[in-house]
């Protein structure tokens, strides 16, 4: 026998944060593993500290490069969090995540609204049917304005955003939110960090301005039943209004969308509130197709393994590391396993939870899981594990053409070996980085998705 399933699945939540560059994704990661006890020191992206941004090349730019997993536990439920980039060089980090997320959290900056990365990941998120909730974040900032982001999400995304808090003053005034589920104000206290949380009744001058936003949620999310309710002026409790939320909310009907300033320590508790109440479980969603077949594979732990390899990643002391999506089934450390991209049977070495860079070891990785894996040495991004004798094959992901090249030559005959040698691990973690050869010229020609792209390869 394995080991027991410690978290059930409908409390398991497989999320990304995605968004357009500088809307402070990592800052609000940060806050996440922050207030959920995962770390006990927040770690500021400005200062290179940020636990997520892991590699060299982001502390020093600051930016995010490579998709970053980390678990973390809030309310009883398990959060499996995936920071992904939001510079355009680095598509394909958001493309593979998306593919295997179940939610995600869209993070706009107060100021600049919907920018155009903003909309290039909502596009890949919608292609895949990833339900969402919103976050307006940088509420502390000159210029900022909550209700005008709802409306260019609206406007500019075709989405339907139902604000879910309203914001307590803004710019420097910013001070904390009305909650419209529960209809209290919450106030964030900057001595501990924004840990400590107070609620209040609603300011007199801000209560209508919250019953007709109170009023405007409940129209966008409620069934029949529960609008014929209102309407009849009958009372309606917080839990009735979550669960109609969160119904429209895995139909992808309504984003419901927070504010707050992730720098400042305040809203980042209820958007955590709102990932545990409003998105999707494994359970929650269609049973994965497989290809060829046509079968569902439904999450259960009972079912035979069906897993995708969703990242390649080499590690300096433990060799390679394959991220997976546990679909269905169970994974063991030890275990035979099979891959049928390849047509290869594999050896599972360990199995990991990550923490950025940081690892826990695992018995058994159970459905709806994201782990990665030691000794699958001839899986690739896009490959699907199973068993030898269900043999099966999960739609793969596909990736864009590169769009930028450039020739590169080693210093010197000597370093010829160990250039080709990188280049060769450097394209089995990167599917949107090509290695060629021009025999004319004899030169190396490598392509990626833009400059930056290039150069952080190059520098790696």
Same mark, same amino acid.
């Given at each position: ?9 409908e ?17 609000v ?11 006990h020191?927040?770690g ?15 502390r ?50 107060a ?75 919450? &106030? &964030? ?56 939320l ?19 320590? %305040? ?10 109440? &409003?998105?999707?479980s ?9 290809e ?58 360990? /199995? ?9 070891h ?35 992901i ?6 930028v090249? /450039? ?8 370093? %010829? ?15 949107t980085?090509?290695?060629? &050869? ?23």
């Amino acid at each position: 026998m394995g080991a027991a399933r410690q978290i059930p699945i409908e409390k398991v939540r497989n999320i990304g944060i995605m968004a357009h560059i500088d809307a402070g994704k990592t800052t609000v990661s940060e806050r996440m593993l922050f207030y959920s006890g995962k770390t006990h020191k927040v770690g500021e992206v400005h200062e290179g500290a940020a636990q997520l941004d892991w590699m060299e090349q982001e502390r020093r730019r600051g930016i995010t490069i490579t998709s970053a997993a980390t678990t973390i536990s809030w309310q009883g439920h398990q959060i499996n969090l995936i920071d992904t980039p939001g510079h355009v060089d680095f598509t394909a980090e958001v493309e593979r995540s998306l593919r295997i997320l179940d939610g995600a959290v869209a993070l706009f900056c107060a100021v600049g609204g919907v920018e155009p990365q903003s909309e290039k990941v909502w596009l890949q998120s919608e292609r895949y049917s990833v339900p969402k909730i919103a976050l307006v974040n940088k509420m502390d900032r000159v210029g900022a304005d909550f209700f005008s982001v709802v409306r260019e999400i609206q406007s500019e995304l075709g989405a339907n955003p139902v604000p879910v808090v309203i914001p307590i003053g803004k710019e420097r005034d910013f001070r904390g939110v009305v909650d419209l589920v529960t209809m209290k104000a919450v &106030y &964030y206290d900057g001595e501990s960090l924004g840990v400590v949380q107070h609620e209040e009744d609603i300011p007199a001058d801000l209560l209508d301005e919250a019953l007709r936003w109170r009023e405007h949620l409940i129209e966008k999310s409620a069934d029949d039943h529960l609008l014929g309710k209102f309407l009849e002026g009958g009372s309606i409790q917080p839990g009735e209004i979550r669960e109609a939320l969160r119904q429209a909310t895995i139909a992808r009907k309504v984003v419901p969308t927070y504010c707050g300033s992730a720098f400042r320590n %305040q809203g980042i508790q209820r958007l955590l509130d709102g990932v545990v109440h &409003y998105l999707p479980s494994p359970r929650d969603l269609p049973p994965v197709i497989c290809e060829k077949s046509g079968h569902a594979r439904p999450p259960s732990d009972d079912a035979p393994l069906a897993a995708l390899a969703f990242k390649v990643q080499s590690d300096s002391h433990i060799g390679k590391l394959v991220y997976l999506r546990v679909y269905s089934g169970q994974l063991r450390s030890g275990a035979e396993v099979y891959n049928s991209t390849r047509d290869k049977p594999q050896r599972v070495g360990r /199995v990991l939870r990550m923490h950025a860079n940081r690892r826990e070891h695992l018995e058994t990785a159970f459905s709806g899981d994201i782990v990665a894996v030691i000794g699958l040495s001839d899986t690739r991004t896009g490959d699907t594990i199973c068993e030898k004798d269900t043999s099966l094959h999960l739609e793969p992901i596909d990736f864009p053409a590169p769009v930028v090249s /450039v020739s590169i030559s080693p210093a010197s005959r000597a370093e %010829q070996e160990k250039l080709a040698r990188a280049l060769h691990r450097l394209g089995e973690e990167d599917p949107t980085f090509v290695v060629g &050869y021009d025999p004319e010229t004899t030169e190396t020609i490598i392509s990626g998705m833009g400059e930056l792209h290039l150069e952080v390869i190059l520098e790696r």
